[in-house]
């Protein structure tokens, strides 16, 4: 270890001296940082634009189909009856629906017992259950040691497709009640005891003749003044691409169920287009914009985010073809460009657009030919491809940009830790040439003492 002595022979500081030649010597390594930091801030910059591009693709790949493009609403008359809800697949178009019955599963109750936890009170035997006609399901019940509780828990364990549960009907009465899992009037819950029954059809009252006391019923609905029979009341065949789901009966009156093209709800899914397209822009707008000088830390003449920006905007111009003539550009259906490249739409032109022709906004959309190349798709499907490719992790440009700063990046890290390594030796180098003359000066000033003694 090297021992200083600063300045105790030669009255010179020279820790500031070393600190002041280090200063000097440490300046090819602060230039470098300060590099370092540039390329950070383009990395952090390459990062931002990617991801305000993954929003503009999410936000296109929403407006990619033809499905997408056509929302409509459902609405009924009643509520209390009958809701409905429609898909991309609905037709508009106005529906009278009388609701008959609703679909149901049934429901059988046992013959009264006095408690559900005492044994000798539901008889000896077996009792067979099947639900929708399939397989006999056997329950062996010995009311020696079987509860009313017992038995329910025996069902519930050996037969599919039905619940077992006591009901309380009085503080003297409980019953069992066996209910089936699906409405619909396949899904019938039967009963059957053996011939060595004993007790059973006198105690439970399950059996062969038993009378449900909730059948197991399909819904049934008058439309058109057709029948429309269903096991559920969550119907979605009725009408084509709508789903009626019923809570009570109406006869003898109907419900009317109005379907319509929505499109509040297209219109916002391209203001979302919009809004994330305008905020990639404005961001690559923000980096070429100068300002008398160019920051070293900028993107400005970056030939990646030129790229960027002239694929964006090129798409963004396109005609398609395939839309015929009159809606084929989305200039023609309310899009209009600002000076700095920016969208703004004209909601009410582009409903007015979609309200005469929806075919033809559809396939300037979302209009795709199947082939490999996009000059002849939609707006849409052109975006969110363009966009993959930019973004692409080993081919894409963006991708590319990011690796060669990182790289970059890299290389001043390693030149900065060979720079530190230099001065670190150069340090040490200092600090033991300043301690040796210190040492000299010592032993100088020590003689001359001496011979000054000696006179």
Known sequence: MAISFSGLASGLDTSAIIDALMQVAREPVTRLQTKRSNYTAKASKIADLRTRLSSLRTAALALDTASELRSYTAQSSDSGTLTA?????ASPGSYSINV???A???RSYSSGVSAKDQTGLVGHGQLAVRVAGGAWATVTIDQDT???EGVAAKINGAVAGVTASVVKVSDSEYRLLVAGKESGAANLVE???TASAKGLSDQLGLNAAHVPDQAAQDAWLLMDGKNFYRPTNQISDA???VTLSLSSASDPESVSVTVATDLDAVVGKVESMVSAYNSALSFIKGQFTYSGTVKADSLMGDSAVLTVKNQLQG????QVAAAGTEYNALSKVGFSTAR?????LDSAKLKAALAADPDAVTKLFSYSDGNATTENDGVTVRLARAIDGLLQSETGILSARSEGIQDTIGAIDDRIAGLERSLATYEAGLKKQFTALETLLGSLQKQSGYLAAAQ
């Open 104 to 106: 149901s599963a049934q």
């Open 85 to 89: 809800a429609a898909s991309s697949s």
């Open 100 to 102: 008959k019955r609703l």
């Open 315 to 318: 798409i963004i111009g396109t």
């Open 146 to 148: 079987d509860t009313l």
């Open 340 to 344: 700095d490249g920016t969208l703004t």
């Open 191 to 193: 009963f059957d005891l």
């Open 239 to 241: 009408i084509a691409g």
